[in-house]
């Protein structure tokens, strides 16, 4: 099979997680007979420096063109004076809305072998398997705004439609695992709350009547993320809700360098890349976390390609290198610790034996 990617090192210690991954994709496509091609592309600070744009033209059609995109991190202190009218985050909006990027999927799932490195008791973690599903082009992320030194208005809206097809993107989902959806929202206080549940309740009726469904308000949700972690199977949520939630949630893991996210539209072209930023303390001295960014890896070949037994191949890599202590500095503090570069070596080398 052959395949473009677009690989978006980023900025921070997104070049260096990414230059893992794209060692993995190499080490798959040669066990597998797959032509997985790479090409890379500017987004975010380092777009700003080359071409004074954080999504220049030429990355947009790149990544039009492609099977699915990989993204390191954007952003770091050197763009983030407040007042700059170009931001490296707005390179990651732009991209989202323009590939109509509308669903988010955040999978936290701890490994085992990592339990203790939970800030949770292990009996809290064990048995956590959630898949997140955050709207993403919608909300008050994407409304108008209203911005002076005395008073800033930020405009939340979501139309039925929109709901509709990010709840369909969650019930389809957990059709295939526990068949239970809790959807989060604050309809005691929003009116975009109040639309939200409603519109859930007739799309999970009608096409999703195997599915059981449960409301929360956001607060009820972010408590009981901590006190019951295991009870939750998928969870759909809109944009600011989403992006809140699904950090809380992946510390349940232990570090948030763990964990990955794909961002798909109708079409199936995704946008993959860890959940951690772009961590600039540590750029530049191959501590980074690789694991979340190959894990991204795994979702684009499951979710965009459809290899299922390559996903799973990564996986099992994954999970046998954490087993074998294979750790970054983020997960131990003392001369045990692996580069970053260690960690795609035995990373590869687990590939190649299974």
């Given at each position: 099979m052959k395949k473009q990617i677009v690989v978006l090192p980023g900025d921070?210690?997104?070049?260096?997680?990414?230059?893992?991954?794209?060692?993995?994709?190499?080490?798959?496509?040669?066990?597998?007979?797959?032509?997985?091609?790479?090409?890379?592309?500017?987004?975010?600070?380092?777009?700003?420096?080359?071409?004074?744009?954080?999504?220049?033209?030429d990355t947009l059609q790149r990544c039009q063109a492609a099977d699915a995109i990989l993204l390191g991190a954007v952003g770091g202190p050197k763009w983030s004076n407040p007042g700059a009218t170009v931001r490296p985050e707005q390179g990651l909006l732009k991209i989202r809305a323009a590939l109509g990027l509308f669903a988010n999927l955040r999978p936290v799932k701890p490994y085992a072998s990592l339990a203790h490195y939970s800030p949770l008791r292990a009996d809290r973690v064990?048995?956590?398997?959630?898949?997140?599903?955050?709207?993403?082009?919608?909300?008050?992320?994407?409304?108008?705004?209203?911005?002076?030194?005395?008073?800033?208005?930020?405009?939340?809206?979501?139309?039925?439609?929109?709901?509709?097809?990010?709840?369909?993107?969650?019930?389809?989902?957990?059709?295939?695992?526990?068949?239970?959806?809790?959807?989060?929202?604050?309809?005691?206080?929003?009116?975009?709350?109040?639309?939200?549940?409603?519109?859930?309740?007739?799309?999970?009726?009608?096409?999703?009547?195997?599915?059981?469904?449960?409301?929360?308000?956001?607060?009820?949700?972010?408590?009981?993320?901590?006190?019951?972690?295991?009870?939750?199977?998928?969870?759909?949520?809109?944009?600011?809700?989403?992006d809140i939630l699904t950090d809380e949630a992946s510390v349940l893991s232990g570090s948030i360098g763990l964990l990955p996210s794909a961002s798909i539209n109708a079409s199936g072209v995704g946008l993959y890349e860890p959940i951690h930023g772009s961590a600039p303390d540590i750029a530049g001295q191959g501590i980074a976390n690789p694991y979340g960014t190959v894990a991204s890896v795994a979702m684009m070949l499951r979710h965009s390609f459809g290899m299922t037994d390559e996903a799973a191949t990564i996986e099992t890599a994954i999970d046998q290198?954490?087993?074998?202590?294979?750790?970054?500095?983020?997960?131990?503090?003392?001369?045990?610790?692996?580069?970053?570069?260690?960690?795609?070596?035995?990373?590869?080398?687990?590939?190649?034996?299974?």
């Open positions: 921070g210690v997104g070049p260096e997680v990414t230059a893992v991954a794209v060692e993995v994709i190499a080490a798959i496509g040669a066990k597998y007979d797959h032509a997985l091609n790479i090409e890379y592309a500017d987004i975010g600070g380092i777009a700003i420096d080359n071409h004074n744009d954080p999504l220049p033209a064990a048995n956590v398997d959630v898949m997140i599903v955050r709207e993403l082009t919608g909300g008050i992320y994407f409304g108008d705004r209203v911005e002076s030194n005395e008073l800033a208005t930020d405009t939340c809206s979501y139309s039925a439609d929109e709901v509709r097809r990010i709840v369909r993107v969650a019930g389809g989902l957990a059709r295939t695992r526990r068949q239970h959806l809790v959807s989060v929202d604050k309809a005691n206080v929003l009116a975009t709350s109040r639309l939200w549940r409603n519109v859930t309740s007739e799309v999970m009726r009608t096409e999703f009547p195997d599915v059981e469904l449960e409301h929360l308000l956001v607060d009820a949700a972010a408590m009981h993320l901590l006190q019951r972690p295991a009870d939750f199977d998928v969870m759909v949520t809109e944009n600011l809700f989403g290198c954490l087993e074998a202590g294979h750790l970054t500095a983020d997960l131990v503090r003392d001369d045990t610790a692996l580069s970053t570069q260690q960690v795609g070596s035995a990373l590869c080398a687990a590939i190649d034996a299974l």
